[in-house]
């Protein structure tokens, strides 16, 4: 049985602990009364064994005066002097009358039975008990307990001095003498005797006819006196003393003395009661007291609890009211401090949960919230709703230049504005996170949205002053509308997501979802799978383009370009797949596949003497790892490649996505002695910060600038200044882009070093490279110069490694 209540366990507790305590003092002095009483029995028999022997001699005296009167007796002596045997019985039996005895005999001085009161057949036979006559020799009279015909007596023996003869006076022992002695010492006494057949015969006894029996079957084994026997008859409990008596035979008789355990604790019973009488009311007292202090005690923490689920189910408004100054008064104050600490962190949790800590605008979860609840209102009111999702260009660049604290006062400042920018209460702007923001206008189409999307766009139109730092900040922004573009509040996200970044993409800064850039999306997803079909079965391929020197018109190195020839889709251009593999992480296969490509190649082209170095572009992925230089070591020792046989070629983008992992990676790469190139060198933000850091050899214009320098002087003027700043910085400059000859002449009067496009060769697959190369180096070297350049070209510099790069 379980007891649920606080009320009901203490009651019961202490209950329990009391009539534990009741019980066991109760058990204890009924065990010391018991004692007693057993210590006090035993005292008894003690005392009731010297009462019979007393008794036993005081008999034995008195029959033994009584015969020497007998033996005085003139005419009995002149009885025993006629020798006739009848009026010596009949003067026997007189006398035997007048003692009580029931035996009397006449002995002569051979031991022959004159006569006998009885007139038995001991009559002139021996006497049958010499040692009575024995023990009368020596005392002058003798007392013994004797069996003379199957039952128990007493005899005493006295001597008749003239004529000399002995008389034998026989008094029986039997239940009425054992009667007589129980009143007398308030015990009960039996009289046994083992047989010789090792059988316990009883002679008389005082107990009960019914617990005869059970005394037979519990007296074998039994120890003659000892006082602290105990013997159960027929369930009863006998304290038992064993005590022999003196008598004549091989086999001794014992006098059993008895006293009931259950009648000595009789005067106890009264006081048993009155413990048992005063543990019931202490109990009752205990269970009352219990159940006062228990309510006392549960009363107030069941008042806690009540209030307990009050808080459990958002109730802060109760308050636990009670006045004491004990440890429950103290309790209920903390309660009530708690429950208003839990209130208040509730309230602040709830901030934190629905709104951005930063602008303080509702979060993603909020304003998923909403849009569902909207979701619920337009679709019982048939009337449209939009989401915009807005993301700010080139976020990422201000956080990376300028740092987070500036990143986030921007984005406080651009909350600030487009919140400006919606008049209408119903309309929802939130922050979903990073740059992204989110916009929910009820009851308006697509078409409605657009101009608030141009709104929000116009808020940016000012330049953010932050720090000392003017910032242009430009956003693009995506429109999905409800029934139209999706029916649910993922579906709408998603595709407003879409359509933003297809606003990125085409630099319109507003786009409603089109369903064709989706299916552009499901492509590339697609597309995935289909690249890692790819590289497992070999179907890209490394195409090289030659890099010229404008001083001495050698080629001495080649960049790897990644191609991909689709079985079905045909031709993908780099940009497409290698953007989406850096996303998705599976650039980093890519990049070991051109490495090992571009180590094998390296390897060959040596073995054909042919001194090439090949650059290789590897991503922001890479560098963040630890695989990279390990993976350059392993096929380095695959092909028995040297380190200066690649160079490695970076941008300003792989490197500002984590400097200070990526310039450890650098540091590695160099260390083991490859070279090192900044691709697309000018296109990004923190280049001069950095380059004055980094441990590369070389500098790559990007072909952006090169293409337009002959027309577009600003173009020429960059190229200019970054042909300078690489030479005064150490570095060799490589211009890309090169497909012309003015071109070409204006970058050798810039005293470019390296200049690669399709002006010197267009890419060239792995086959056609050695070709090219020897048929290249035919026209250009003279005859006379080649077995000497061949010769000093086995200990020319080798290429270092770049990375994978889109053609």
């Not at 007189?94 to 005999?105: F, L, P, T």
């Not at 009368?136 to 007596?153: D, E, F, N, P, Q």
Request: charged letters at 20%; glycine letters at 6%.
């Amino acid at each position: 049985m379980r007891f649920r209540s606080l009320q009901s366990r203490i009651v019961v507790f202490f209950g329990a602990l009391l009539l534990t305590v009741q019980v066991a003092g109760f058990g204890v002095i009924s065990h010391a009364i018991e004692n007693y009483a057993a210590r006090t029995v035993r005292h008894e028999l003690a005392v009731g064994e010297r009462i019979f022997q007393r008794v036993l001699e005081q008999n034995a005296h008195q029959l033994a005066l009584a015969t020497s009167i007998l033996a005085d007796d003139y005419g009995f002596r002149q009885a025993i002097s006629s020798a006739n045997q009848k009026r010596l019985a009949l003067a026997l039996d007189v006398h035997r009358e007048r003692v009580g005895a029931e035996v009397m005999m006449l002995i002569n001085p051979k031991h022959i039975v004159l006569a006998d009161s009885n007139q038995s057949t001991l009559t002139n036979q021996p006497f049958p008990f010499p040692e009575l006559l024995t023990e009368s020799v020596k005392t002058g009279s003798a007392s013994m307990i004797l069996v003379k015909g199957g039952r128990l007596y007493q005899f005493v023996l006295v001597p008749v001095t003239v004529p000399a003869a002995w008389i034998a006076l026989g008094f029986p022992i039997d239940d009425r003498l054992a009667a007589d002695f129980g009143k007398l010492a308030s015990l009960q006494i039996s009289f046994l005797r083992r047989t010789d057949s090792e059988e316990w015969k009883l002679f008389a006894s005082t107990l009960p006819a019914m617990l005869q029996p059970a005394l037979l079957d519990n007296m074998h084994g039994v120890a003659t006196g000892d006082s602290k026997l105990s013997i159960v008859l027929n369930g009863e409990k006998f304290q038992t003393l064993v005590s022999p008596v003196p008598g004549i035979g091989e086999q001794p008789v014992f006098a059993v003395l008895q006293r009931s355990l259950k009648e000595a604790l009789v005067p106890f019973d009264a006081l048993q009661a009155n413990l048992l009488a005063l543990t019931l009311i202490g109990l009752i007292i205990s269970v009352a007291g219990s159940v006062f202090t228990a309510r006392n005690v549960s009363r107030p923490v069941t008042q806690l609890a009540k209030l307990a689920n009050e808080i459990e189910q958002g109730n802060y408004l109760q308050v636990a009211e009670m006045d004491r100054a004990d440890e429950i008064g103290k309790l209920a104050s903390a309660f009530n401090y708690m429950k208003q600490a839990i209130a208040d962190r509730e309230n602040r949790i709830s901030t934190l949960a629905y709104k951005d800590a930063l602008t303080g605008l509702p979060n993603r979860i909020l304003f998923n919230d909403r849009l569902h609840q909207a979701l619920g209102s337009s679709l019982r009111s048939g009337q449209p709703l939009t989401v915009l999702i807005m993301d700010l260009d080139h976020f990422k660049e201000v956080n990376d230049t300028l740092g987070h604290h500036i990143g986030d006062l921007l984005l406080e400042e651009v909350a600030s504005r487009l919140q400006t920018r919606l008049t209408r209460q119903s309309d929802t702007l939130a922050r979903l996170g990073g740059d992204e923001f989110a916009v929910l206008l009820p009851a308006d189409d697509a078409k409605a949205a657009r101009s608030v999307a141009l709104r929000l766009l116009e808020a940016l139109d000012a330049s953010i002053t932050l720090n000392g730092h003017a910032i242009d900040v430009r956003g693009s922004i995506g429109i999905a509308s409800y029934p139209e573009h999706g029916a649910d509040a993922g579906t709408l996200l998603q595709r407003a997501d879409v359509a933003m970044y297809s606003a990125k993409r085409g630099n319109s800064g507003v786009a409603v979802y089109d369903p064709r850039d989706d299916d552009h999306t499901a492509e590339r997803l697609s597309l995935l799978g289909d690249l890692k079909h790819a590289v497992e079965f070999n179907e890209l391929m490394l195409c090289y383009q030659p890099q010229l020197d404008v001083q001495t018109g050698t080629i001495e190195s080649v960049e790897a370009l990644i191609r991909w020839r689709h079985p079905h889709r045909g031709y993908i251009a780099p940009d497409l797949f290698i953007p989406f593999a850096e996303q998705s992480g599976y650039i980093k296969t890519i990049t070991r596949w051109v490495l090992a490509e571009a180590f094998r190649k390296a390897a060959e082209c040596h073995a054909n003497r042919l001194p090439i170095r090949i650059s290789v572009n590897v991503s922001a992925r890479d560098l963040a790892g630890a695989e990279l230089p390990e993976t350059c070591v392993d096929l380095m020792q695959l092909y028995r490649v040297e380190p200066q046989w690649i160079r490695i070629e970076i941008t300003e983008g792989a490197i500002m996505d984590d400097p200070a992992r990526a310039m450890e990676t650098l540091e590695t790469l160099h260390g083991m002695g490859f070279e090192l190139s900044i691709d697309d060198f000018g296109k990004g933000y923190s280049s001069l910060s950095y380059l004055k850091k980094l441990p590369v050899d070389e500098l790559k214009i990007d072909r952006s600038f090169v293409m337009g320098m002959v027309l577009d002087k600003d173009d020429a003027m960059i190229v200019r200044s970054t042909i300078d700043l690489g030479h005064n910085m150490g570095l060799r400059v490589v211009a890309e882009g090169v497909e012309n000859n003015e071109d070409l002449r204006l970058l050798k009067q810039l005293r470019c070093d390296l200049v690669q496009g399709f002006l010197i060769s267009k890419p060239l697959s792995s086959n056609d490279l050695i070709t090219w190369l020897s048929e290249y180096r035919s026209r250009t070297t003279p005859e006379s110069e080649r077995s000497a350049d061949t010769a000093q070209n086995r200990a020319v510099r080798n290429p270092s490694i770049s990375l994978v790069k889109s053609g």
